[in-house]
């Protein structure tokens, strides 16, 4: 069983920044693919970015979702077993409820491929 645990969403104005925070069961980081997704009022889970494991090396492949590159960064702290998000330049349409969760094997965009999901955090960007 993987426990996690989101935080660090609020209320922001446009071009605002804000750096959202996982906190996973110890080993999570080193043994799955981890993910932040997005889900607006109304519409659909989407993927934000994520990571996995190279092989049997340290080294991380990270990706992110169009609407955000550029602007949003994925990176891990092995040692506190957290995934931060940072996100900059914030827009409204940013504005969902954040959640990160974790799957077996590479990263994927899939939200059905992924078995642990943290309860979310709410981001809200206003114009």
């Known amino acids: 069983q993987v426990q996690l645990v989101e935080s660090g969403g609020g209320l922001v104005q446009a071009g605002d920044s804000l750096r959202l925070s996982c906190a996973a069961s110890?080993?999570?980081?080193?043994?799955?693919?981890m993910a932040w997704f997005r889900q607006a009022p109304g519409k659909g889970r989407e993927f934000v970015a994520g990571?996995?494991?190279?092989?049997?090396?340290?080294?991380?492949?990270?990706s992110y979702a169009d609407s955000v590159k550029g602007r949003f960064t994925i990176s891990r702290d092995n040692a506190k077993s957290t995934v931060a998000l940072q996100m900059n330049s914030l827009k409204p349409e940013d504005t969902a409820v954040y959640y990160c969760?974790?799957?077996?094997?590479?990263?994927?965009?899939?939200?059905?491929?992924?078995?642990?999901w943290g309860q979310g955090t709410q981001v809200t960007v206003s114009s």
């Open positions: 990571f996995s494991r190279i092989g049997g090396s340290t080294a991380y492949l990270d």
């Open positions: 110890a080993g999570t980081l080193n043994r799955f693919a």
């Open positions: 969760a974790v799957k077996s094997d590479g990263v994927s965009r899939r939200v059905s491929e992924y078995r642990y």
